[in-house]
C-alpha cells in the first residue's frame, strides 16, 4: 500500500524557517515525480512546488520562489521543503503528492498519491 507521510509542521514566527519531509513507501520513488501543495482554510489547494525523479529540475508557484526550496533524497525515498521568510499568508495545510510522469504537473488532479498533510502556522 501506498503511503507518503509528511512531518515538519508547526507553529512559526513571521521571518521564520521550517523544513518539511514527505517519507514514501511502497512507490519506485526514484521515478517518481513529487510536489507539495498547500491548502488554507475555506481556500483551494494550490500548488507549492515540484521536483523531478533526479532532482535535477524544479518548479515553484511565484508566491514562494526565491523564499522556498524543494528537494529530495531518492536513498531515503523523501522529499523535502525548506521554507524560508515565511508569511502568515503561507500558513496552511501542507501536502505531498507523487506520480509517475517525466512532466513537473502543478495542477492537484495530475497527482495519484496524497500524503495526510501537515499543518504549518505562521504567526505576525
Known amino acids: 500500500q501506498v503511503q507518503l507521510v509528511e512531518s515538519g509542521g508547526g507553529l512559526v514566527q513571521a521571518g521564520g524557517s521550517r523544513r518539511l519531509a514527505c517519507a514514501a513507501s511502497?512507490?519506485?520513488?526514484?521515478?517518481?515525480?513529487m510536489g507539495w501543495f498547500r491548502q488554507a482554510p475555506a481556500k483551494e489547494r494550490e500548488f507549492v512546488a515540484v521536483?523531478?525523479?533526479?532532482?535535477?529540475?524544479?518548479n515553484y508557484a511565484d508566491s514562494v520562489k526565491g523564499r522556498f526550496t524543494i528537494s529530495r533524497d531518492n536513498a531515503k525515498n523523501t522529499v523535502y521543503l525548506q521554507m524560508n521568510s515565511l508569511k502568515p499568508e503561507d500558513t496552511a495545510t501542507y501536502y505531498c503528492?507523487?506520480?509517475?510522469?517525466?512532466?513537473?504537473?502543478?495542477?492537484?488532479?495530475?497527482?495519484?498519491?496524497w500524503g495526510q498533510g501537515t499543518q504549518v502556522t505562521v504567526s505576525s
Open positions: 503528492a507523487a506520480v509517475a510522469l517525466v512532466a513537473l504537473p502543478t495542477t492537484a488532479p495530475m497527482y495519484r498519491y
Open positions: 511502497e512507490l519506485p520513488f526514484s521515478i517518481i515525480t
Open positions: 521536483i523531478n525523479s533526479d532532482g535535477s529540475v524544479t
